[in-house]
C-alpha cells in the first residue's frame, strides 16, 4: 500500500463530511489535503483510543518525533510520507503541525475550560490551524483569505462541540465554557444523561449562535477572488451550517442522539455550493 493509499483509507474510514469537499479538488491538491486529513485523525485517535494517558502522551511524543524527520526530510510514517512532497510546494509550515499535536495533548491535560478566552486557544489549535492548512492547499491571491478560513475552522470546530457534546461528556469532557455553564444553571454531568431540559436549550441555542457569528464573519473576509480556489472551505462551511441548522430545528436534542445529515442531502449541498463558487474571476 502506498502511502496516499494509506491516507485515503484513512479519510474514507472516518466518514467524514470532507469527503465530498475534496471531490471538488484535482489530484495534486487532493492528494495533499487527504494526507493532511489523515494527520489529524491519526492524532485525534490517540486521544479517544487510548484509555491509558501515559501511553497516548507516549504516542504524542512519537508523533513530535516524526515530525522532526518530515521536516529533516526523512519521513517513516505512511502519513509523513505522502505530506512531504507538498511542504514546500503547498507551504505547509511547520509550526502549524505542531499547533494540531498541542491542541491533542489539551485533550490530555484539561477535560474543561474555564471560558471562551480558554477554548478558543483549543479551538485555534485543533481546528484554526487545519483551516490555515487547507487554505494554503486550495490556493489563494488575498492573504485575506486566511482570516476566512481561520475564523471556519472554529466554526465548524464549535459546531462539532455543539453536536459531540453528549459523546465527549462521556468520555470525561466538556467543551462548553465553565462560565457560561454557571450562568445558565448547567451541571455539566446532567450531559452524560439522555435528557434534553429547557436550560439544556438555552445554552446550546447560546453556542450555536457564537458559531453562526463565525461562520457569517468567515463568509464576510473571503475575497471574491479566492471563492474558486477554496471551493471546498465552503462546502465544509455550507454541510456544517446546514448541520447546526438542523440541531436547531430539532430542538436541540444533541444529548438524545447524535444529529446527522444524510449522504445524499450532503452531496447535494456540496454540488450546490461548488457550482455557486465555481466560475473562475
Not at 453536536?163 to 448547567?186: K, M, N, Q, T, W
Request: aromatic share 12%; charged share 30%; glycine share 4%.
Amino acid at each position: 500500500m502506498s502511502p496516499d493509499e494509506y491516507c485515503q483509507q484513512k479519510a474514507a474510514r472516518s466518514g467524514s463530511s470532507f469527503y465530498y469537499a475534496f471531490r471538488f479538488l484535482d489530484p495534486e491538491r487532493r492528494r495533499a489535503i487527504t494526507a493532511l486529513y489523515a494527520f489529524c485523525r491519526e492524532v485525534d485517535d490517540i486521544v479517544d483510543d487510548c484509555r491509558e494517558p501515559a501511553v497516548a502522551h507516549a504516542k504524542l511524543d512519537w508523533w513530535r518525533d516524526e515530525l522532526d524527520a518530515l521536516f529533516r526530510g526523512e519521513p517513516r510514517h505512511p502519513i509523513t510520507r505522502a505530506l512531504q512532497p507538498h511542504l514546500e510546494t503547498r507551504n505547509l509550515a511547520r509550526e502549524y503541525f505542531d499547533e494540531i499535536v498541542d491542541g491533542m495533548q489539551m485533550d490530555l491535560d484539561y477535560d474543561a475550560y474555564p471560558d471562551f478566552a480558554a477554548l478558543s486557544l483549543y479551538c485555534y489549535r485543533v481546528a484554526g490551524v487545519v483551516g490555515l492548512l487547507s487554505a494554503e492547499i486550495f490556493g489563494y491571491s488575498d492573504r485575506r483569505t486566511l482570516k476566512y478560513a481561520h475564523d471556519l475552522g472554529m466554526a465548524l470546530q464549535l459546531t462539532n462541540i455543539l453536536r459531540d457534546v453528549h459523546e465527549d461528556a462521556v468520555r470525561g469532557r466538556v467543551y462548553i465554557p465553565l462560565d457560561e455553564l454557571e450562568r445558565f444553571g448547567v451541571d455539566p454531568r446532567e450531559f452524560r444523561d439522555n435528557i434534553t431540559r429547557d436550560s439544556h436549550r438555552a445554552l446550546f441555542a447560546h453556542q450555536a449562535q457564537r458559531a453562526r457569528r463565525f461562520y457569517a464573519r468567515a463568509e464576510e473576509q473571503l475575497p471574491a477572488a479566492d471563492r474558486h480556489a477554496q471551493r471546498p472551505g465552503l462546502i465544509m462551511g455550507a454541510i456544517y451550517r446546514a448541520l447546526l441548522e438542523e440541531i436547531e430545528r430539532d430542538g436541540f436534542r444533541v444529548l438524545e442522539y447524535r444529529v446527522r445529515l444524510t449522504p445524499l442531502r450532503k452531496l447535494w449541498i456540496a454540488w450546490r455550493t461548488a457550482r455557486a463558487a465555481g466560475r473562475r474571476p
